[in-house]
C-alpha cells in the first residue's frame, strides 16, 4: 500500500527556507560553536529559544552556555568567565527546565573528576547559583525531569568512572525545588521490578508519571520504555504489544573499555502520547539515525519514513522547536563522528510531511466532492506525519 505522506527530510540549516533571507539571518561563521566538535553536552528549550550547556571540547575553566534561534538560526554565546561563580567545565551533565525559566544542572564529568554538585541557572539574568553537592550518586549521563505538580526534580540511573571501569546505577533520587528548601537530594525507595542500571537514556515526565527510555552499561543497550507512578513509587516495563514492529536496535553485547564510553544516547521527545525515538536506523544501515514513534497507549513502535538519512552520532544533543507557523522542526547538534567525516555538525528534520503523489492524484480526480468536503481532505493529509501513521 503506498504511504499517506512523503518521507521526511534532512536538512542542513543553511538550506532552510528562513536562512540566508536578511542581515540577521547567518549561519556559517568561521571557528563558531556550531562548527565546534562537541559531545556529550545538553539541549533545554525554554520560552522557544534552545539553550545548550557544557560538553566535550569546550573551551575555558567554567562550563559552556550558549543559545540557539530557532526561527532566526542565530547562535550565542553566554558561557561565564573563568573566575565567574558557575559549574566547571563538564560532559554528560544532566538538565531539566525548572519553575521561573530556570536550568537545573547536576552531576557530570570532567577530565578528573565524577561530579555531583547541584546549580540553579536563570535564563533572564545569565547567572548560576550552587544549590547542594550531596546527590548519592556521583558521575554522568542520568536523566533529570521536573514534577511540576509536587515541584520536585527527579533523577535515574548514571554511571560512575571507578579507575577506568563504570559503575553503573538504578537509584532514583528527588530534589524539592522551592526558595526556602534546604534538604538535598534524597533517595526514593521502589518497590516491585526496577529497570536494569544503565546511563545514557532519557525520561520525560508527564502528568503523574515518569517515562524513560533505553541507555546502556558495560556489558549492553537497552531499547525498554519503563513508567515510573511518582506517587507510588513503582516502575511498570511497557511490553511492546504482538503486532508492534521492532524498537531501534540496540547492541546486545558490548565490549566495555576502561576511561571509553559507548556512545549511544538517543534523543526522545514526546507529542501527545507519541513518545518519539531518534536512535540508529534498522535499513538500510545502523550507521544512519532512525526515527520511531512508540504510542503509550496501544504499546506499539513505528518506523516513521525519512530520506537522506543523516550519519549517526550518539552522545548528540537534540530538541524539538515549533515554529510560529505550526511546523514542528527535531534538531541534532553535534554528537561523536567518524574521524575525517564530513557531516555537518547540525541537522535539522521537519516533522511535517506532505501527502503522497498517489494522494494528490486520487483528491484530484474526486471532482463530485463539494468545496467544503475537498477542504476538509485537504486539511487532514496536509497534517503533522504522526496524524497519519
Not at 562550563?63 to 540557539?68: G, R, W
Not at 533529570?144 to 579507575?163: D, I, P, T
Not at 511490553?239 to 564510553?261: D, G, K, M, N, Y
Not at 543523516?310 to 522547536?321: E, F, I, P, S
Request: with cysteine; charged share 20%; glycine share 8%.
Amino acid at each position: 500500500m503506498a504511504p499517506y505522506c512523503r518521507p521526511l527530510r534532512w536538512s542542513e540549516p543553511a538550506c532552510l527556507d528562513r536562512a540566508g533571507c536578511g542581515a540577521r539571518y547567518w549561519w556559517t561563521k568561521p571557528d563558531s560553536f556550531q562548527d565546534r566538535d562537541v559531545y556529550g553536552h545538553s539541549a533545554t528549550v525554554v520560552a522557544g529559544r534552545v539553550w545548550v550547556l557544557g560538553g566535550k571540547n569546550q573551551p575555558g575553566k567554567r562550563i559552556a552556555v550558549h543559545t540557539f534561534d530557532p526561527v532566526a538560526l542565530v547562535w550565542s554565546d553566554h558561557s561565564p568567565a573563568d573566575r565567574s561563580v558557575a559549574p566547571t567545565k563538564r560532559w554528560g551533565h544532566s538538565v531539566c527546565e525548572a519553575p521561573g525559566r530556570m536550568l537545573l544542572v547536576v552531576g557530570g564529568f570532567d577530565s578528573k573528576h565524577n561530579l555531583r554538585d547541584t546549580w540553579a541557572y536563570s535564563t533572564e539574568d545569565g547567572t548560576f547559583a550552587e544549590l547542594c553537592d550531596d546527590l548519592q550518586v556521583f558521575g554522568a549521563y542520568h536523566s533529570l525531569a521536573f514534577e511540576q505538580k509536587s515541584s520536585r526534580a527527579v533523577l535515574f540511573g548514571g554511571q560512575c568512572c571507578v579507575n577506568g571501569p563504570y559503575e553503573y546505577f538504578q537509584d532514583v533520587h528527588t530534589l524539592q525545588f522551592e526558595e526556602d528548601q534546604e534538604e538535598g537530594w534524597n533517595r526514593i525507595p521502589i518497590s516491585g521490578p526496577k529497570p536494569s542500571c544503565r546511563a545514557q537514556h532519557g525520561a520525560i515526565i508527564r502528568g503523574g508519571a515518569m517515562i524513560m527510555y533505553g541507555g546502556a552499561n558495560n556489558v549492553q543497550q537497552f531499547n525498554d520504555v519503563w513508567l515510573l507512578d511518582l506517587l507510588h513509587h513503582a516502575w511498570t516495563e511497557i511490553q511492546p504489544a504482538r503486532l508492534s514492529v521492532l524498537p531501534p536496535p540496540v547492541e546486545t553485547r558490548i565490549e566495555e573499555q576502561h576511561f571509553r564510553v559507548k556512545s549511544c544516547r538517543s534523543i526522545i521527545a514526546l507529542r501527545g502520547m507519541q513518545l518519539l525515538v531518534l536512535g540508529r536506523a534498522r535499513k538500510p544501515a545502523t550507521g544512519r539515525w532512525g526515527l520511531y514513534s512508540f504510542d503509550l497507549h496501544s504499546a506499539c513502535w513505528k518506523a516513521l519514513p525519512t530520506a537522506q538519512t543523516a550519519l549517526w552520532r550518539g552522545n548528540a544533543a537534540g530538541w524539538v522547536t515549533k515554529l510560529p507557523d505550526g511546523t514542528e522542526e527535531l534538531w541534532v547538534h553535534g554528537g561523536h563522528m567518524e574521524p575525517g567525516s564530513r557531516e555537518a555538525q547540525q541537522r535539522v528534520l521537519s516533522l511535517n510531511s506532505e501527502p503522497s503523489r498517489l494522494i494528490h492524484h486520487t483528491v484530484r480526480g474526486i471532482q463530485a466532492l463539494p468545496p467544503e468536503n475537498l477542504k476538509l481532505v485537504f486539511s487532514y493529509l496536509s497534517g503533522h506525519v504522526l496524524d497519519l501513521l
